[in-house]
């Protein structure tokens, strides 16, 4: 048998898992993928500009990803994501807002921490400016003072507290009015207060947006948000200002995280920002419509996050589906190759579900950002005109925004980081590279989990509101509107029907929207009535309110699909119908059994019908389609950056190339071998004893 000399030479053939993958993608391409993209994207010109910025990225030295950022410690990955973010700030100078919110999107793919270093200026500090400060506020820090295109000034944003997180309301660090001299005076009254976890505080940021108790003449009117310096012009900390930096995280460690500590510093009143509340030369205070509003810039965070989900799930949902595919183990009957991993059922079970929710979170995502960027745009208008009816109408937008935002952002980043372990785990042994990303990636990916809200405390924030809600449709004849309007439909579907019954309606996905929908109500209910059963004590239905959550996040992203998939070019609706099944079948009706068997929307008969028959039959379905799926997320090798994903499917000569570029084969002696060297090499016990334990010795000192 002739071989051909490839990157190794071998002496018999080897693995072949090029063909393997070559072969599916030639035979089994139902679609366009191209085209596909588009949809995943929301356009053809979302999907042209992603493709035009990969390839920047990828042609430029400094900001493509390689193997060797894998390697890195902590230093050496802040010296990159420092000199990758100057290099981005001349993306910046030529940028649109909107292609260079495109272009962070695809960094986080391969360099979340990049992303998050600049995003914290960009996004945290010169949203909150945005969110709560007057337009000549705007104007003059991001636009004046140039800080959206990281020059002059470079912004971090002071919220969380070590002794206070999630509950925002809490915080204690306090800006008191001194009304003389027409300013005031941050301050950290005790260790608690210490401002912690702050990105860029530790090294890099000039300015904070921070989050302080407002007092005026001894009253306290809770927690607003000041611009305070922390460096001059020549980066030294100003008078009054200490920080010093958090230390290793989890991952991340590109980001300078640290802490601050105010120590009487007096800033301007103008340095207050003043959109809704504000606070006069005399001292006289206009609180905001509505407090949640200070907190509107968190809203974009959240937003970001959903959509990082997406992408996250693209990557790894590629990488663990093509090294599926490739990868061969154990011979069934006699066949004389190996069986391909994603042959096996049980395989099939742990990835494929994974695959259909990234398709499901991609529409979602899109609309959330949309929806954002309108709502926000729509405010900002009607408090420049200062008409109340229009921010009256906004609030309520907001409202649901915020439930919306809340339970996208928990429930996908809770569901990403199971896809990204899972998808390690079906990798075997070489999903434990480092090489192959699936570590940094994981450390790297669920800080989200508890960023901007810890997820069991921001899914509560959404159970709460629509608990109430279904309380005043039922019984306050009241009304719902926004996306949680549904519940208006309450009373017809609180009988103990169930509601998917075949087959058939399980393949009817507006059928099972409404099954969502009915379990929601009923749960709400059933929460509500135990509610008032424990004199009105919401905590007592905790982990139901975060199941309502999961629920309407999961909602959300089915109703979108389906109406995306209505506008959808018609050679790819049967397949978008298949993944959605696929999804709704595995990732809602069986992750949720226990509660739609607990209220009746399903029978356990038929529940386990669902399991043993009809999401298997699925699987089956969607294997032949794998390749065409994971390639219509059109993510490039660059920021996949995992040998065994790559899109040759050449696995081994890949992985083998990687490990032996970043680990030289000729430095088989390590720095540390004396120590080796010195236990392999020593001397026998009796010699290292000097032989004072010998029979001879034992005979002279016995006399």
């Known amino acids: 048998m002739s071989l051909s000399v490839k990157n190794t030479v071998d002496s018999s053939r080897g693995p072949d898992p090029k063909t393997s993958i070559t072969t599916e993608r030639a035979n089994n391409q139902k679609w366009d993928p191209v085209l596909m993209n588009h949809f995943l994207e929301g356009s053809k010109e979302a999907s042209e500009l992603n493709r035009t910025m990969y390839q920047q990225m990828e042609r430029d030295p400094i900001l493509r990803a390689n193997p060797h950022y894998y390697d890195l410690g902590k230093e050496e990955e802040r010296e990159l994501t420092a000199l990758r973010i100057d290099r981005i700030s001349q993306y910046l100078e030529s940028d649109t807002p909107a292609e260079y919110n495109r272009r962070a999107s695809l960094i986080s793919v391969f360099d ?25 506020q705007l104007k003059f820090w991001s636009a004046s003072k140039e800080t959206k295109i990281l020059k002059h000034i470079y912004g971090c944003f002071a919220m969380t507290e070590l002794a206070h997180g999630s509950n925002v309301a809490g915080l204690e660090t306090t800006a008191t009015f001194d009304k003389e001299n027409d300013q005031f005076i941050i301050n950290t009254p005790h260790i608690g207060a210490t401002k912690w976890w702050i990105g860029g505080a530790a090294h890099s940021a000039t300015h904070t947006a921070c989050y302080a108790r407002l007092l005026v003449d001894g009253k306290d009117y809770g927690v607003k948000t000041f611009i305070v310096p922390l460096r001059d012009s020549n980066h030294k900390l100003m008078p009054g200002i200490t920080v010093g930096d958090i230390g290793a995280k989890m991952g991340r460690d590109g980001i300078d995280n640290g802490w601050i500590q105010f120590s009487n510093v007096k800033v301007p009143r103008f340095f207050m920002l003043q959109k809704f509340c504000k606070v006069s030369r005399e001292g006289d205070v206009v609180l905001p419509p509505l407090e949640q509003l200070s907190y509107s810039a968190l809203l974009g965070g959240r937003v970001t996050m959903v959509l990082d989900s997406y992408r996250v799930g693209a990557r790894f949902s590629t990488i663990a589906l093509r090294y599926a595919i490739g990868r061969r183990q154990f011979k069934s009957g006699k066949n004389e190759l190996e069986t391909q991993l994603l042959d096996y059922p049980l395989h099939q079970r742990r990835l494929l579900p994974f695959l259909a ?33 229009v921010i009256s109408k906004s609030i309520k937008e907001m409202k649901s925004l ?83 309007s549904f519940l208006n439909n309450a009373k017809q ?31 709400c209910k059933d929460s509500l009535d135990t509610i008032k059963q424990n004199g009105g004590q919401y905590e007592i239905v905790s982990g139901s309110m975060v199941t309502i959550s999961k629920l309407k996040a999961h909602h959300y992203l089915l109703n979108e699909f389906l109406i995306r998939t209505e506008a959808a070019d018609a050679s790819l609706k049967p397949f978008l119908t298949l993944i959605a099944r696929l999804y709704s079948a595995s990732i809602v009706l069986d992750k949720f059994s226990g509660d739609f068997l607990t209220y009746s929307v399903v029978s356990p008969k038929f529940m386990g019908k669902i399991n043993q028959e009809y999401i298997p039959k699925l699987c089956l379905e969607v294997r032949p ?14 920021a996949l950056n995992a040998p065994i994903g790559n899109f040759n499917g050449d696995i081994y000569e890949n992985y083998f190339g990687v490990v032996k570029q970043e680990n030289n084969p000729f430095n088989y002696k390590a720095p540390y071998s004396a120590a080796l060297e010195s236990m392999l090499n020593r001397p026998s016990l009796s010699d290292r004893q000097r032989g004072e334990r010998s029979d001879s010795v034992k005979d002279i000192l016995s006399k």
Not at 112 to 132: A, E, M
Not at 363 to 381: H, I, Q, R, W
Not at 625 to 638: E, G, K, R
């Open 112 to 136: 979340p921490q990049l992303n998050t270093r600049i995003g914290v200026n960009l996004g945290l500090f010169l949203g909150c400016i945005r969110g709560n400060g007057t337009p000549e």
């Open 357 to 389: 929710l990234t398709y499901l979170v991609s529409c979602g995502a899109m609309k959330l950002e949309k929806t954002y960027d309108s709502v926000l745009d729509g405010l900002d208008e009607a408090v420049e005109k200062n008409d109340m009816k």
């Open 402 to 484: 915020f439930i919306d935002s809340a339970s996208l952002k928990s429930t996908c980043t809770w569901l990403a980081a199971d896809l990204i372990d899972q998808s390690r785990q079906a990798c075997g042994g070489h999903g434990y590279s480092g090489y192959n990303g699936f570590g940094k990636a994981y450390n790297d990916w669920v800080v989200q989990c508890t960023w901007e809200g810890d997820n069991n405390v921001l899914a509560m924030s959404v159970g709460k509101p629509l608990i109430r809600s279904i309380d005043e449709i039922l019984n306050k004849d009241k009304k719902a509107s926004g996306s949680i």
């Open 493 to 523: 579907y609180l009988n103990e029907d169930n509601v998917l019954k075949s087959f058939e309606d399980v393949n009817d996905l507006k059928k099972v929207l409404l099954s969502i929908e009915i379990l929601i109500i009923r749960l």
């Open 625 to 638: 389609l794998v390749i065409n799926y994971t390639d219509s997320f059109q993510q490039p090798d660059m």
